[in-house]
DNA sequence: GCCAACGTTGGC
DNA sequence: GCCAACGTTGGC
């Protein structure tokens, strides 16, 4: 399978790329999916190896710092069975996990952040789904070359 | 803090 | 299986 290219949102507030660079081995397991396309997508599509645009949601200035790598594919979650933890589900069973999760291990800041603004105004990624009308999935599709034009975007 | 968009829930 | 009510997301 050759290698994907996906968007993952995150509030920097809660969880930031800088964050992430701080982290153990520069590694996260990316918490808290709790919609179901999106699980799916972790399941069935993302694979280890694949690219990811960390991409900083509900702040000042929306938008792409950072690009990551996935080190360890789909695998239980195990928040939803956590009592104290914010993402605790009552009603997931351990003989069959509901949620997952995968890990993604920070490659390198943009040097240059790719604004949502600068998106909307590059007609190479237009068709990103970011930018799509009321769109809330926190994990999307990019292509190949929406990655390489958010890279160049960037500064890289 | 507002509000549009969308997913989920639950009554029927 | 429909659909209204409700909760959440996320840009502004």
Redesign the pocket.
Known sequence: MAQRFWLF?S?PSVFSFDDLEKSPSRTTSWEGVR???ARNRLRDEVKRGDGVLFYH???AV?AVVGLCTVVREAYPDPHQFDRKSRYYDQTADPAEPRWLLVDVRAERALPKPVT??QIKSTSALAKMDLL???????IQPVSAAEWKAIRKLGGL
Not at 132 to 138: D, F, M, P, V, W
């Open positions: 949102k509030e919609n179901y396309q949601s509900s702040c929306p949502l603004d799509r009308r009321g769109n809330r999935l926190s």
